[in-house]
């Protein structure tokens, strides 16, 4: 969990060269007390990828990754 300011990003990358095949990649915000937010990932699927989500929306979050692959992502201020 983490606190995001108003104005943050969401810097991703996903790679599947190690599963073998494509794979999916996504993730969705929650609240501190478990309450879907708007902040939604994009629904990747292939064999990789990178990107930059931005929010206006801040508060205590944490994020749910869903992928089979390796990846790694990272909130930062705008």
């Given at each position: 969990?983490?606190?995001a300011p108003?104005?943050?990003?969401?810097?991703?990358?996903?790679d599947c060269?190690?599963?073998?095949?494509?794979?999916?990649?996504h993730f969705i915000g929650y609240t501190s007390g478990g309450g879907i937010t708007?902040?939604?990932g994009p629904n990747q699927l292939g064999p990789g990828g990178s990107?930059?989500?931005?929010?206006?929306?801040?508060?205590?979050?944490y994020l749910e990754i869903n992928s089979e692959c390796?990846?790694?992502?990272?909130?930062?201020?705008a």
């Open positions: 969990m983490f606190t108003q104005n943050w990003d969401v810097e991703w990358t996903y060269s190690a599963y073998g095949s494509e794979g999916n990649f708007d902040i939604a990107g930059t989500e931005y929010y206006h929306d801040g508060g205590s979050i390796s990846w790694s992502i990272k909130a930062v201020t």
